[in-house]
T-cell receptor, first 114, second 117 residues
């Protein structure tokens, strides 16, 4: 099983729609979770961290479900400018140390049509 | 705040040649990461430094890839000799630390796009 898995999409939705992505992770000891946005031929940019209680930033809502080991990203009232690849990232503890590494999913492509 | 700096932006070489990439992280960031991103895939961690020490290099093809961060600030990643399958974008990222509970996000540089002919 991959450490971090995402549905690659593509998701093709009309402007104004609500769209949701999930990302599953395999290591129950993971503590930090992030969503990144990556535009074509650009570097990933942090969209939001995901907190245990869930968090919202404007039209974006992120949730964490520890029991089922997945995080989700909900985009409401989608805009043309939301078209991008969305990457989830999860930290994986390294051995028995206090350090961790961040592993990315393969990304979900989102295309918003007018 | 200055971001993560990488150079060069683009590099084209022939297979079996060598290439080096440079990265300067955000000031004060102790953790530096090198990722390889092949078209259509997510970034794959190659090596992670905490200050000048290697924390994880389990996915680094050590027969051809090497990296160093001698003074705990900037870093270089080298490929020698290059193979066709090394064509990818090489991303450098940094974060304040890499502790499991600190929830520190990564900040990425623009990346180096490498093409092997």
């Amino acid at each position: 099983r991959k450490e971090v898995e995402q549905d690659p999409g593509p998701f093709n939705v009309p402007e104004g729609a609500t769209v949701a992505f999930n990302c599953t992770y395999s290591n129950s000891a993971s503590q930090s979770f992030f969503w990144y946005r990556q535009d074509c031929r650009k570097e990933p940019k942090l969209l939001m961290s995901v907190y245990s209680s869930g968090n919202e930033d404007g039209r974006f809502t992120a949730q964490l479900n520890r029991a089922s080991q997945y995080i989700s990203l909900l985009i409401r009232d989608s805009k043309l400018s939301d078209s991008a690849t969305y990457l989830c990232a999860v930290n994986i503890p390294i051995g028995y140390s206090s350090a961790s590494k961040i592993i990315f999913g393969s990304g979900t492509r989102l295309s918003i049509r007018p | 705040e200055a971001g993560v700096a990488q150079s060069p932006r683009y590099k084209i070489i022939e297979k079996r040649q060598s290439v080096a990439f440079w990265c300067n992280p955000i000031s004060g960031h102790a953790t530096l990461y090198w990722y390889q991103q092949i078209l259509g895939q997510g970034p794959k961690l190659l090596i992670q430094f905490q200050n000048n020490g290697v924390v994880d290099d389990s996915q680094l093809p050590k027969d051809r890839f090497s990296a160093e961060r001698l003074k705990g600030v900037d870093s270089t990643l080298k490929i020698q000799p290059a193979k066709l399958e090394d064509s990818a974008v090489y991303l450098c990222a940094s974060s304040l630390d890499d502790q499991v509970y600190s929830n520190q996000p990564q900040h990425f540089g623009d990346g180096t796009r490498l093409s092997i002919l």
